[in-house]
């Protein structure tokens, strides 16, 4: 499968949210204004992933005075184990290296043990548990990678 990545901008925001609504729970879903204001914060970048033209998946990422974080990533169910998530993540890994960041954080949920492998497979490692993280009342997986001590 081959899939292609172009920049979003504030334009998408309805876009982010659709491919949000589709692969998460009600709960955690997050709609068009959050995106839209999440688009005004220094240092958000994001980026989409198009099969054939079509939004499959996306990623945004903030990256601030050394450090990043992953804000969300997604991908559409029916895209899913095509290697959308981990093209969207190696790109996330090397803009924010390339800005200087030296460390990068995401939180995961403990149940979503695929998504756990992906970022396992890319150098994260766990640093801390957020106790009752999500909505649902389930723990987050800190995770980190660094490349400077």
């Not at 899939?3 to 982010?16: K, N, P, T, W, Y």
């Not at 200087?100 to 939180?107: C, D, H, I, M, N």
């Not at 890319?122 to 001590?149: M, T």
């Amino acid at each position: 499968m081959t899939s292609d990545i172009m920049q979003a901008e504030s334009c998408h925001a309805g876009v982010l949210a659709a491919l949000h609504a589709h692969s998460f729970s009600e709960a955690d879903r997050w709609d068009e204004a959050a995106f839209s204001e999440l688009f005004t914060l220094s240092g958000v970048l994001t980026r989409i992933a198009l099969h054939q033209d079509q939004p499959a998946g996306f990623i945004m990422v903030r990256s601030v005075a050394g450090e990043a974080e992953i804000l969300t990533v997604c991908v559409d169910p029916a895209y899913r184990r095509q290697g959308i998530a981990r093209k969207l993540l190696q790109w996330a890994e090397q803009t924010v290296y390339d800005s200087g960041a030296e460390r990068f954080f995401l939180e995961v949920s403990k149940a979503n043990e695929s998504a756990q492998a992906l970022y396992f497979s890319e150098g994260f490692a766990e640093v801390g548990v957020r106790k009752r993280y999500y909505p649902d009342g389930s723990d987050a997986l800190l995770l980190c990678r660094q490349w400077a001590c």
